[in-house]
């Protein structure tokens, strides 16, 4: 059985600045409503309400978090099938996320996508991707897209560790490097990519330095922090908008279920992952954290958690009222070459 130590994740060299109160609470209450939302996700897999394949983003939720809230308004995000967070950390309608989940008429893609296709041009979210590693030059194209308008803005291309050692991602680099264009890659390194450990399936576990032979910067980030995230995304993506070219982090994270819901997690112990949820949980460090330096009460911490649990109640009655797309659906948002 494949089994990985759990030691700390690696610091970023970055250092977390000092963070408002109210910004400590948001990032708070923005973790915890993806992790409320992502256990209500299990529940209605479990239930048969959602069809399909279904990536949890429990344990990770401080990667996002973080890189968004040092990221600027129209700033663009693409990513993999583990996406539910992302879209939520993008500012997308809980209620049109749980809808297009369930296969409704009132989801972001009408009900036709599903967990791993949703976008959201708005939020600047252009989407889950299904093929490992197609989301990396999308964003190198995205990146382009904003060299290209001279509009000051920077594209954040996630990918997990699975996806590091496919070919398009350093033909993505490359390009990037060669063209200097503004994108941030997000490694998210939950250690396990399918289901085996990266010590046994990648040449070199320092991930952030895949990019060194094109020129491009990169260092690992304690991922389970979200203050150390924001500092670290704060660097990458001011390297990236100064015109400077790409930037690399690699997150050091968890997640805590298995690579989707048909995934039992055998290759790992229910130890281990206990260990990580007692020791580096991402929420539970910032409870911990706002609690000690009395930016919050506990009162306030519950007040927050029963508003997030009426959010994700309020999604999950939406995407169950709302009706399944109409069958003339399958001819519609097609492309037609004339």
Not at 57 to 86: L, N, W
Not at 105 to 114: D, E, L, P, R, T
Not at 189 to 215: H, I, P, W
Request: aromatic residues 8%; neutral net charge.
């Amino acid at each position: 059985m494949a089994k990985t130590a759990t030691k700390p994740a690696a610091k970023s060299a970055a250092q977390p600045a000092k963070i408002p109160s109210e910004q400590l609470i948001q990032h708070y209450r923005d973790m915890l409503l993806i992790r409320r939302f992502e256990e209500k996700a299990g529940q209605l897999y479990g239930m048969g309400l959602i069809g399909g394949f279904c990536h949890l983003y429990i344990g990770q939720e401080a990667v996002v978090v973080g890189m968004q809230a040092a990221s600027e308004e129209g700033d663009t995000v693409i990513t993999s099938y583990r996406d539910h967070g992302h879209m939520l950390a993008c500012g997308m309608d809980p209620k049109g996320v749980m809808a297009e989940l369930t296969g409704r008429a009132g989801g972001y893609s009408k009900g036709k996508g599903g967990s791993m296709h949703m976008f959201s041009a708005e939020k600047g979210f252009f989407g889950g991707h299904g093929i490992v590693g197609a989301q990396v030059p999308l964003g190198t194209g995205l990146g382009f897209a904003h060299k290209y308008k001279k509009d000051g803005k920077v594209a954040m291309a996630y990918l997990g560790d699975g996806a590091v050692n496919q070919g398009q991602v350093y033909e993505a680099f490359n390009m990037a490097a060669l063209w200097k264009l503004p994108v941030v890659y997000v490694i998210e390194n939950n250690k396990y990519a399918m289901g085996t450990s990266v010590q046994r399936s990648a040449a070199g576990t320092k991930l952030c330095d895949r990019g060194l032979a094109y020129g491009i910067p990169g260092e690992q980030v304690d991922g389970m922090d979200v203050a150390t995230v924001r500092a670290a995304a704060a660097k990458a993506l001011g390297h990236a908008r100064d015109g400077n070219g790409p930037y690399i982090l690699e997150m050091m994270t968890y997640r805590y279920r298995g690579h989707s819901m048909s995934d039992p997690a055998k290759y790992r112990t229910k130890e281990e992952v206990a260990k990580m949820r007692q020791e580096h949980d991402p929420i539970d460090r910032l409870r911990e954290r706002l609690l000690s330096e009395k930016h919050i009460d506990e009162n306030g911490l519950k007040n927050i958690d029963r508003e997030v649990k009426e959010l994700v109640s309020q999604a999950t009655e939406f995407a169950q009222a709302s009706p399944e797309p109409d069958p003339a659906e399958l001819y519609t948002d097609v492309l037609v070459e004339a």
